[in-house]
C-alpha cells in the first residue's frame, strides 16, 4: 500500500512539473509572440511616416508611447497570469498531495483495525475453548478469565473509539455534560490500568476534590486514551505518571511517559486523524492513530487544551487543561 502512495505520488508530481513547465513556456512564448507583433507593428506605423512632416517628432513619440503602453499591458496581464498559474498549481499539487497521504493513512487504519480486532477476538476465542475442553484449577482459570475481560475491554476500547471518531465528524454527537468528579475518574482510570498492567509502573499523584463540567464517556476515554499511549510508546520497565493538579480555576492532568519521545516537528501531527509518530519501529507498534485525534477533540469539545513537552531526558508529558468553573 505505501509503496503504491509513492509511485502515484511520483506520477502526480511529474505530471504536474511537466504541465506547469508547459504552461510557463506557453505563456513566455505569447508574451515574445505578441511582442514582436507590437514592435512590427510600430516600425510599420513609422515606415508610413513623412519625415518632411512638420509633426514628425511628435508622430515618433506617440507611436512609442503606444508600443510601451502595450508592452506593460503585456507584462502586466503576464505577470497576472504566471501568478494565477502558480497559484493554482500550488494548491492542486497541495490538494492532491493531501488526498493521497490521507488515502494512505485511511488503508493503513483499515489494516491497523483489522489487527486489533482479530487480535483479541482470537485471544477470547482461544481462552473460551480452553476453558470448555480443559478442566483446570481454579489459579490458572481465573488467570484465563482475567485474560479474556482485557481482551473484552480492548475490544470495546477500539469499538468506542471507532463509533466516537465517526460521531465526531459527522457532528452527531450531542454531549450531555454534567458536574463530575474529576479526581475520582482520572484515578479510576489509572488503578485500573494498574490491575491490566501488574507488570508496569504507573505512579499516581492526584489531589482530591476536584470537579469539572463534562461527559463523562469521553473524559474517561481522553484519561484512557492518554495512558495507554503512554504505555505504548514506553519500554516495559519504564513509568508512567498519572498527575492532577488544581491552579487557579483550572484543572491541570498530565501524563508523562519515559519513550522514545516525539520530534518537535510532529506535536502537532500526532493529533491529527489516522496519524501515527515516530519511525517503522514505533509504527510497527499496536494502535489505529485515533487516540490522540480523539484526545484533542474530546478536549476542544470541552473547551480545554491539550498540549506535549519534552519529558527531560526521554519521554513526553501530555497535558490537559479543563476548567474548573
Given at each position: 500500500m505505501i509503496g503504491n502512495a509513492k509511485r502515484r505520488l511520483q506520477v502526480v508530481t511529474v505530471v504536474y512539473w511537466v504541465l506547469l513547465v508547459y504552461m510557463i513556456v506557453a505563456l513566455v512564448w505569447?508574451?515574445?509572440?505578441?511582442?514582436?507583433?507590437?514592435?512590427?507593428?510600430?516600425?510599420?506605423?513609422?515606415?508610413?511616416?513623412?519625415?518632411?512632416?512638420?509633426?514628425?517628432?511628435?508622430?515618433?513619440?506617440?507611436?512609442?508611447?503606444?508600443?510601451?503602453?502595450?508592452?506593460a499591458q503585456y507584462i502586466g496581464e503576464g505577470t497576472t497570469f504566471l501568478a494565477l498559474i502558480l497559484v493554482g498549481a500550488v494548491f492542486v499539487f497541495r490538494a492532491t498531495r493531501r488526498q493521497?497521504?490521507?488515502?494512505?493513512?485511511?488503508?493503513?487504519f483499515m489494516m491497523a483495525v483489522t489487527h486489533e480486532l482479530?487480535?483479541?477476538i482470537a485471544v477470547t476465542q482461544l481462552n473460551l475453548e480452553t476453558l470448555q475442553k480443559r478442566k483446570l484449577?481454579?489459579?490458572?482459570?481465573?488467570?484465563?478469565?482475567?485474560?479474556?475481560?482485557q481482551e473484552a475491554n480492548r475490544l470495546n476500547?477500539?469499538?468506542?473509539?471507532?463509533?466516537?471518531?465517526?460521531?465526531?465528524?459527522?457532528?452527531?454527537?450531542?454531549?450531555?455534560?454534567?458536574?463530575?468528579?474529576?479526581?475520582d475518574m482520572v484515578a479510576g482510570c489509572a488503578e485500573n490500568f494498574i490491575i491490566r498492567y501488574p507488570q508496569r509502573v504507573i505512579e499516581i499523584l492526584i489531589d482530591e476534590g476536584i470537579y469539572v463540567l463534562g461527559e463523562e464517556l469521553q473524559l474517561q476515554m481522553l484519561v484512557n486514551n492518554l495512558i495507554e499511549n503512554a504505555l505504548k510508546y514506553s519500554p516495559a520497565e519504564a513509568k508512567v505518571s498519572v498527575i492532577l493538579h488544581e491552579l487557579k480555576g483550572k484543572a491541570i492532568m498530565s501524563v508523562t511517559d519515559e519513550g522514545t519521545g516525539i520530534k518537535d516537528e510532529e506535536k502537532k501531527q500526532v493529533f491529527d486523524k489516522f496519524y501515527r509518530s515516530g519511525d517503522e519501529s514505533t509504527r510497527n507498534t499496536k494502535g489505529t492513530g485515533l487516540g490522540?485525534?480523539?484526545?484533542?477533540?474530546?478536549?476542544?469539545?470541552?473547551?480545554?487544551?491539550?498540549?506535549?513537552?519534552?519529558?527531560?531526558?526521554?519521554?513526553?508529558?501530555?497535558?490537559?487543561?479543563?476548567?474548573?468553573?
Open positions: 505569447w508574451f515574445v509572440a505578441l511582442q514582436n507583433q507590437n514592435s512590427l507593428m510600430a516600425s510599420m506605423r513609422l515606415v508610413e511616416l513623412k519625415k518632411d512632416d512638420v509633426h514628425y517628432l511628435d508622430k515618433v513619440m506617440l507611436i512609442e508611447a503606444a508600443k510601451n503602453r502595450k508592452i493521497i497521504r490521507l488515502s494512505n493513512q485511511q488503508n493503513n482479530k487480535t483479541p484449577d481454579e489459579v490458572k482459570q481465573q488467570r484465563l478469565i482475567t485474560n479474556t475481560l476500547t477500539l469499538c468506542n473509539n471507532i463509533l466516537l471518531a465517526a460521531q465526531l465528524d459527522a457532528a452527531a454527537h450531542k454531549p450531555a455534560k454534567q458536574e463530575i468528579n474529576w479526581s490522540l485525534y480523539l484526545c484533542k477533540k474530546i478536549v476542544a469539545g470541552h473547551k480545554g487544551r491539550i498540549s506535549i513537552t519534552d519529558n527531560k531526558p526521554n519521554g513526553s508529558i501530555f497535558t490537559v487543561t479543563l476548567s474548573t468553573q
